[in-house]
Nanobody, 130 residues
Framework: QVQLVESGGGSVQAGGSLRLSCVAS???????????MGWFRQAPGKEREGVAT???????SYADSVKGRFTISKDNTKNILHLDMNNLTLEDTAMYYC?????????????????????WGQGTPVTISS
């Protein structure tokens, strides 16, 4: 019903920056309003973890490991979710996934609850090198 397509991943050196984008497209004839969206990541051999989430009230939450370095934002006119990542470290290497939910969730709760999201993108890889 809603397709999420991520872009912007790549390989950069530690200390560098990347901007991830997620375009949400609704299939013709369907109605989907995403009241909560977020970015999650999964590194090799690790569980998926919340990176940043935002809801329609504009409330955003971040994982402690990215606070002060990452910024989530949503362009409501174009239905695009962004994640600006600065001062990247080796520990940021992972596959990054965009997620959307019809439900309105507190951003902190959504960050800890991947199951709150009903739609997921295919992911975009981020590789940080020293």
């Amino acid at each position: 019903q809603v397709q999420l397509v991520e872009s912007g991943g790549g390989s950069v050196q530690a200390g560098g920056s990347l901007r991830l984008s997620c375009v949400a497209s609704v299939s013709s004839g369907y109605t989907y309003v995403s009241r909560s969206m977020g970015w999650f990541r999964q590194a090799p051999g690790k569980e998926r973890e919340g990176v940043a989430t935002i809801n329609t009230s504009g409330s955003a939450s971040y994982a402690d490991s990215v606070k002060g370095r990452f910024t989530i934002s949503k362009d409501n006119t174009k239905n695009i979710l962004h994640l600006d990542m600065n001062n990247l470290t080796l520990e940021d290497t992972a596959m990054y996934y965009c997620a959307a939910s019809r439900g309105f969730w507190g951003s902190h709760y959504a960050l800890r609850t991947p199951s709150a999201f009903d739609s997921w993108g295919q992911g975009t890889p981020v590789t940080i090198s020293s």
